[in-house]
């Protein structure tokens, strides 16, 4: 068993039958990094949720996500990803017009679940 913070909760995943449930809410979100959070939730992708009220439900990426590697920022927009790369590679900084299209800077307003 280990425990997984995504967003604002801290799940307990139990990785030999994949299934992971609720543990508590996480207070040192905000601490948490964008990168690390979606690494988080990749590793809980397929995995199943045991819900309060007795049901399940199948955790999925919500969709195919393009990265900028020189940031690590995640992009559903493939083309906003490229010219997150490109700006990254040349600046070394990111750029806010650039990132806040990011899934990343979607979670940190809350938008994410
Ligand atoms: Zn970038």
Known sequence: MREV????????VDDSNRTYSFLRRNPNWSKLSPSQNTKNKQSLNGYIRHLRGGGTKVFKLSKNLYRCPECGLHYENEEIA????????EHKSCNLEI???????????GLSQ
Do not use: H, M
Not at 82 to 89: N, V, Y
Not at 99 to 109: G, L, N, P
């Open 99 to 109: 990132t806040r299209f990011s899934v990343e800077a979607a979670s940190d307003q």
């Open 5 to 12: 913070a995504v967003d604002k909760a801290i799940y307990l």
């Open 82 to 89: 490229k010219q997150c790369e490109a700006w990254c590679s």
